[in-house]
């Protein structure tokens, strides 16, 4: 993952996040747009062989590191609590079949 | 959020998560095909090869044969020390020598000699080629670690999708007991019991609408729950599919942990 910066204003970013594709820039945008300071959050991939996702993110309150940040760190707890139920599930269901 | 496994039978896995999001299931379905490492032929040297079929055809469906991958013990080739040239940190070597006789030979993925025997063919039934007298084939192929992104090779399933759960909804003031939507129905789920319709099988509903179509009352309502998913999981052999799934959520993780670290180097 390779981060260039396009524009940066005090409440507003864009990037471009190189080495990613939907699977990340979706869900990232996603969890973006669940908080509340978030004014707009999207991203575009102008052609999709040969560009990379431009994210762009605009805030009412605070700054747009502040709400990328919130964000990465909501998402790693939502696939870390998925890790857990799932490992917990699939041990229970084990125990089940052994009975 | 919750999750229920309801099947786990040879390399296929099904499970319910409630809870979460459209975007979050799709994404973990995306990683799941396009990011999960498998090990996989990706260079083929071939020393000879008098055979029918030309060398970049057999090169090909080397590449296709699936290999049981032991989890972390491999890495990409580009983070090795080697620096992508191939070292046996990275690379695992098979060997093949088969010639015809007298009679004609088929070579199958079993014939391969395997430099680490924990990463063998998946099945070693598969046929590669058939060789007629006189014909002979002699190849030394390298598997590296690689993603879905790259090859479909690579790929770790065959199968790796959700649906929706279905909530069945039934208004028994409307309903006139006809039983037109029982018949209609392509999976035989529905079943009348007393003066009520009821779904006897609500996992095996495809959301096809029929029943509420073959309503002329509109006492049948089929409603998606999109915070409800039956994620299936169906593996190559290479990994097992509870891994597979467990691997793919850990592949999420790094992936904002790596942006959280960039975004604080940016910031600061």
């Not at chain 2, 025997?117 to 590296?144: G, H, N, Y």
């Amino acid at each position: 993952m390779m981060i260039k910066q396009l524009k940066l204003e005090e409440k507003m970013i864009e990037i471009v996040i190189e080495g990613e594709g939907h699977t990340f820039l979706n869900i990232l945008t996603q969890t973006l747009q669940e908080n509340p300071d978030v004014n707009f959050a999207a991203y575009i991939i102008d052609h999709p062989k040969i560009s990379h996702p431009r994210l762009v993110v605009s805030v009412s309150d605070g700054t747009p590191f502040e709400a990328i940040m919130e964000a990465t760190k909501k998402l790693e707890e939502k696939s870390q609590e998925f890790i857990e139920k799932f490992t917990e599930a699939f041990k229970k269901y084990k125990d089940k079949k052994e009975e | 959020m919750d999750v229920e496994i309801i099947e786990r039978d040879g390399n296929r896995i099904r499970f319910i998560v409630e809870g979460v999001s459209p975007a979050f299931i799709n994404s973990l379905r995306r990683t799941i095909m396009a990011e999960v490492p498998t090990m996989a032929i990706d260079e083929v040297v071939i020393v000879e090869n008098n055979s029918v079929l030309f060398d970049e055809i057999l090169a090909h469906r080397l590449g296709l044969i699936p290999l049981t991958t032991p989890e972390g013990k491999y890495g990409f080739s580009e983070d090795c020390d080697c620096q992508g040239v191939g070292c046996p940190k990275c690379n695992v070597t098979f060997t093949l020598k088969k010639e015809a006789g007298e009679g004609i030979a088929v070579v199958y993925s079993g014939d391969f000699e395997s430099s680490d025997p924990e990463v063998v063919p998946v099945s070693p039934d598969i046929v590669i080629i058939r060789l007629v007298p006189r014909q002979r084939i002699e190849i030394e192929v390298f598997a590296k670690m690689g993603t879905g992104k790259d090859h479909a090779k690579w790929q770790p399933v065959t199968v790796s999708a959700y649906k929706y759960c279905m909530e069945f909804d039934f208004d028994s003031e409307k309903c006139t007991l006809c039983e037109d939507c029982i018949e209609a129905c392509p999976k035989q789920i529905l079943k009348r019991e007393g003066d009520e319709i009821v779904c006897i099988d609500p996992l095996a509903c495809t959301l096809c609408d029929a029943c509420a179509e073959a309503c002329d009352f509109d006492a049948i309502k089929i409603n998606e729950n999109d915070t409800k998913f039956i994620f299936t999981v169906e593996g190559l052999g290479c990994i097992p599919p509870e891994s597979i799934v467990r691997q793919a959520a850990q592949i999420l993780i790094k992936k904002s942990q790596e942006l959280e670290e960039q975004m604080k180097t940016m910031s600061a």
